[in-house]
């Protein structure tokens, strides 16, 4: 096995394999080859079996967050709930809602007032239109609250969750921008709604994320609003219930009329954590995905992904040691060649996804196999194309006519006439 290591035609066979590799995988005919493929698995992630078969309702409970479902409560009605919410201190507020538009005074002078004599308050803001391709961390407009219902203490942050603007109903949330910029504003960027709440509950929160310096951080899902956070729902919103939201970071949002409404699909959007990969209904309310978030900042649990460049070395790291491999089993057993690689085939590609799945549970670390596990999948066939390219133009080189050492040899003398 040493010698095909050390094997200069390794070498050559590896980079004739990466080089078809990259071929067939950039070339315009694959994208509308596979695109009935590219489809169907376009919005899955292989690390979303962690979530949804290992995690799933698993983790503890988290203490910092309480999630409260404002209903379809008015805005006068939703004041008097922040009133009384407030009066037991939490440390601060997210409201998941956004109030564009004036209605009424009756309405609006009490929201105004609340809003204004709460410790701490966070709004969402609506961060709208991708027309830069080349850049999905820049949005065209943010809509938000009228500024009446802004003060000192009231602050916003955008709830944008990257999702396709075109399928976003089946697109599932993975990740975050803890933040964007706005089309033609020269102001900092805008935090995201999670973030901007772990500001005002630990200022230190955030910059231990911004230190991370990732344009998007993945959701480290806890799980549902019943199983993984303190709930109270929209009619539990009463004096004798709230002493547990007290230096807690609150989050208020929509979640149905009811927790009884669980057909009210309004807001809802794909998790992880769905074991329904059909995608025939969405699993989890906008502000519990905010509060999984929250979550994730608060008590550091992000999750790190390998960089491109260490996936690319390791994927031809793998493709170099295949084809070695390849060479030994062609010298050593040819009649069981296909048989044995095949087999070898499936033992790799197990052995990475099972590793990926551990490192994900154990540790939140997303190991980028794709690129391996490609190689792993075509390597053989490439290296069969490559081969019996090689053996061919051996042969032709081999029978080809030799034209005598003395024919090409200039006679002495005079030039001829």
């Given at each position: 096995m040493w010698k095909y290591l050390r094997s200069k035609r390794t070498v050559y066979s590896t980079l004739t394999i990466l080089a078809l590799f990259a071929a067939v995988y950039y070339s315009p005919g694959n994208i509308e080859i596979f695109d009935p493929i590219k489809n169907a698995i376009s919005d899955f992630d292989f690390t979303d079996v962690v979530f949804y078969s290992f995690r799933n309702g698993d983790?503890?409970?988290?203490?910092?967050?309480?999630?409260?479902?404002?209903?379809?409560?008015?805005?006068a009605?939703?004041?008097e709930k922040i009133r009384l919410i407030n009066a037991f201190e939490p440390k601060v507020i997210g409201l998941d809602a956004n109030f564009k538009s004036e209605r009424t005074p009756e309405q609006d002078t009490p929201l105004v007032n609340a809003l204004r004599e709460a410790k701490s308050i966070v709004l969402a803001a609506q961060a709208k239109g991708q027309s830069d391709e080349d850049n999905p961390y820049l949005r065209d407009t943010l809509i938000n609250s009228h500024p009446k219902f802004f003060s000192p203490n009231v602050t916003y942050g955008h709830d944008d969750l990257l999702l396709d603007d075109q399928n976003s109903k089946a697109t599932t949330v993975r990740k975050i921008a803890p933040q964007l910029s706005i089309r033609g504003s020269e102001s900092k960027p805008v935090p995201a709604f999670a973030v901007k709440i772990a500001e005002k509950f630990n200022p230190a929160l955030v910059e231990r994320i911004l230190k991370r310096g990732n344009e998007a951080e993945r959701i480290n899902y806890r799980g549902y609003a019943s199983k993984n956070f303190i709930t109270l729902d929209v009619d539990q919103i009463t004096p004798e219930n709230l002493a547990i939201v007290r230096g807690k970071a609150v989050l208020m949002g929509f979640m149905g009329a009811t927790f009884e409404d669980v057909n009210n699909n309004e807001d809802k959007k794909w998790s992880p954590m769905?074991?329904?990969?059909?995608?025939?209904?969405?699993?989890?309310?906008?502000?519990v995905v905010h509060a999984n978030f929250l979550s994730t900042i608060i008590r550091g649990d992000f999750i790190d992904e390998m960089s491109d460049w260490v996936a690319t070395v390791l994927g031809i790291v793998v493709c170099f040691l295949n084809v070695a491999l390849f060479f030994y089993v062609e010298e050593k057993a040819p009649e069981f060649f296909g048989g044995?690689?095949?087999?070898?085939?499936?033992?790799?590609?197990?052995?990475?996804m099972f590793a990926s799945i551990l490192l994900m549970y154990n540790f939140d670390y997303i190991f980028g196999f794709g690129l391996m596990l490609g190689v792993i999948i075509l390597a053989p066939d490439?290296?069969?194309?490559?081969e019996s390219s090689y053996r061919f133009?051996?042969?032709?080189?081999?029978?080809?006519?030799?034209?005598?050492?003395d024919k090409l040899q200039q006679p002495h003398g005079a030039h001829q006439r």
């Open positions: 983790t503890a409970i988290d203490t910092n967050i309480v999630i409260i479902n404002i209903g379809n409560l008015r805005r009605e939703l004041a769905s074991r329904d990969l059909s995608k025939s209904l969405p699993d989890m309310h906008g502000v044995i690689i095949k087999l070898l085939q499936f033992i790799e590609a197990v052995t990475l490439l290296y069969e194309l490559y133009l051996k042969t032709k080189l081999r029978n080809a006519p030799r034209i005598p050492l």
